[in-house]
């Protein structure tokens, strides 16, 4: 089998919750060996669970985000079942070490110095409050790759600001321009879209730096404010705004380009009177030939020839009447078999499917998206797949989630080749760990 595209790229994952370890765990799916140092003495709340020993009661009644735990039960590993933490660590290797500690920091610059790239994301400062600067890392390897992801950047009014997801979209404008015209943004729901797209820019970035590197020997510190990289994902209303002074709202089901038609729809699940469920399906028509194929599958009904509704434009001024009678058609339809009918005569649709569906979906199974693994503290269960595909190398989970310093020996032993004396010593400190001190809640 031919090297993965990243094979032989060393990663240091310093990261925490989201965009990080979604960065790092692209780099790993393509090869990259990703190495995570965890304190046993600290927990990073958000990246392995919400608290350490979560009581069993934050379990029964959390979702997913927070709890979502084998069988519902917090048991004597939380911290290596969790979803916030399984869904980001595949591929990655797990040890033992406190950063805070003079020794501990000399078995990081042991680390950096056999390394490629280190990667965070931690709020600004926190890493040089522990001695970590690029000059430092740098001091241990002149070529080494610094990728870091702060939420608003290491410069400027709000470079010391605390955020998550939820603030990062507040304040780029996500709240405002998502929903409904008539609601306000407290009925929105973080989707923490912002964490997706650095962790994607970041792997993308760190990518280019070890093209950058190959070519010339020379190692840089690159930085991505998430704030600024979700702030790209509405360009159009911040353009609209400077060339033309106008503040877009939130929009609903209408697209932002002005198609003739788009929205989503009441439907329901096949099955009898008393199992069928409400569903919903999403449906767009761009062209006046779609509208007229549309009338066409639903049955050619009298409203559907208004020639009020013949041309874009019409459909656009009596868009909410148009959705009226859509709604009334398409609740009673079976949403698959009408994506299928839709489809069939050119017309884009698809369901509204919750995680079980999506469990079941034909295509995401023909395609083997979901992939089987077996991790030693919670069992065999179907993860997420890969992004992305290479015919040539195919992306497979060579590691399941890693569990709490599952990889200390590898990394101090065959990789740092410590001797046996220091490994006892670092032993003795605490330092090499597979479970949280007991000082950890």
Not at 34 to 43: A, D, L, R, S
Not at 198 to 203: E, K, L
């Amino acid at each position: 089998m031919n090297p993965k595209p990243l094979e032989g790229i060393r990663v240091i994952d310093l990261c925490v919750v989201w965009a990080g370890p979604f960065g790092t765990m692209l780099l790993g799916d393509l090869g990259a060996e990703v190495i995570k140092p965890e304190n046993p003495f600290v927990f990073q709340p958000m990246t392995r669970g919400a608290i350490a020993r979560p009581p069993q009661i934050m379990a029964d009644n959390a979702i997913a985000w927070s709890g979502g735990l084998p069988g519902g039960r917090v048991g004597d590993r939380p911290w290596d079942y969790s979803p916030t933490f399984v869904s980001l660590y595949r591929n990655k290797k797990s040890f033992t070490v406190d950063l805070r500690r003079p020794e501990g920091l000399d078995v990081l610059r042991r680390l950096v110095a056999q390394s490629d790239i280190v990667y965070e994301n931690n709020a600004t400062g926190t890493l040089e409050k522990l001695g970590i600067t690029y000059e430092w890392l740098r001091e241990a390897n002149p070529a080494i790759i610094f990728m870091r992801v702060p939420a608003y950047g290491s410069t400027g009014p709000y470079a010391n600001a605390r955020a998550l997801g939820v603030h990062l979209e507040a304040v780029m404008g996500h709240s405002l321009l998502r929903g409904y015209a008539d609601a306000d943004p407290s009925s929105n729901t973080a989707i923490y879209s912002g964490d997706y797209l650095a962790g994607a820019q970041g792997a993308f970035a760190a990518m280019t730096a070890i093209w950058h590197r190959d070519r010339t020997g020379e190692g840089q510190l690159i930085e991505i404010a998430q704030a600024e990289n979700a702030a790209a994902m509405f360009t159009q209303a911040i353009m609209d705004y400077s060339l033309n002074g106008n503040l877009q709202g939130a929009m609903g089901n209408r697209d932002v380009h002005g198609l003739a038609l788009q929205g989503v729809y009441p439907a329901k699940s096949p099955g009898t009177a008393a199992t069928m469920e409400d569903r919903w399906i999403a449906l767009t028509i761009e062209t006046d030939e779609q509208w007229q194929a549309f009338g066409s599958v639903i049955g050619g009904p009298a409203w559907a020839s208004d020639p009020r509704f013949a041309t874009g434009a019409g459909r656009l001024e009596h868009h909410d009447e148009i959705d009226a009678r859509i709604a009334e058609y398409t609740a009673a339809q079976d949403d698959y078999d009408l994506m299928h009918r839709l489809q069939a005569a050119g017309i884009a649709a698809a369901p509204v499917l919750e995680a079980s569906r999506m469990f079941d979906d034909p295509h995401l199974r023909a395609r083997g998206f979901f992939r089987t693994q077996t991790q030693k503290a919670s069992g065999t269960y179907e993860y997420v797949g890969p992004i992305w595909q290479f015919p040539e190398t195919p992306v497979e989970y060579y590691q399941p989630p890693i569990m709490f310093g599952e990889h200390n020996e590898y990394v101090y032993r065959e990789l740092l080749k410590v001797s046996e004396e220091e490994y006892q010593a670092l032993l003795a400190a605490g330092h090499i760990a597979d479970t949280y001190d007991a000082s950890v809640p």
